[in-house]
């Protein structure tokens, strides 16, 4: 079990950048595959991108392919999320999930973290 405390969230003009962070607790965090999440006003929480435990593998939702990376850092126990070229549709609440072993539904989940692209 980790505990996942997102950051970085913010208002934002169309084109620009944000880095989202996601810091989990527990001496187990290279055991865990991370995701970042997101869900706008009214719709479900869809999938933005994914992260092995090693970072030797990398997944990216066609939305944000060659816009957004993610990368971790094991001896900070955080993962990141660079946001580039930001549009308006990328408005909505941001989560970091983990899970064990890169195995199956992402157990733990953080609070969220806004993120509002202004037109």
């Known amino acids: 079990q980790v505990r996942l405390v997102e950051s970085g969230g913010g208002l934002v003009q169309a084109g620009g950048s944000l880095r989202l962070s996601c810091a989990a607790s527990?001496?187990?965090?290279?055991?865990?595959?991370m995701g970042w999440f997101r869900q706008a006003p009214g719709k479900e929480r869809k999938f933005v991108a994914a992260?092995?435990?090693?970072?030797?593998?990398?997944y990216y939702a066609d939305s944000v392919k060659g816009r957004f990376t993610i990368s971790r850092d094991n001896a900070k126990n955080t993962v990141y999320l660079e946001m580039n070229s930001l549009k308006p549709e990328d408005t909505a609440v941001y989560y970091c999930?983990?899970?064990?072993?890169?195995?199956?539904?992402?157990?733990?989940w953080g609070q969220g973290t806004q993120v509002t692209v202004s037109s």
């Open positions: 992260i092995n435990w090693s970072g030797g593998n990398i």
């Open positions: 527990g001496r187990t965090f290279s055991s865990y595959g």
């Open positions: 999930a983990a899970r064990l072993r890169d195995t199956g539904l992402y157990q733990n």
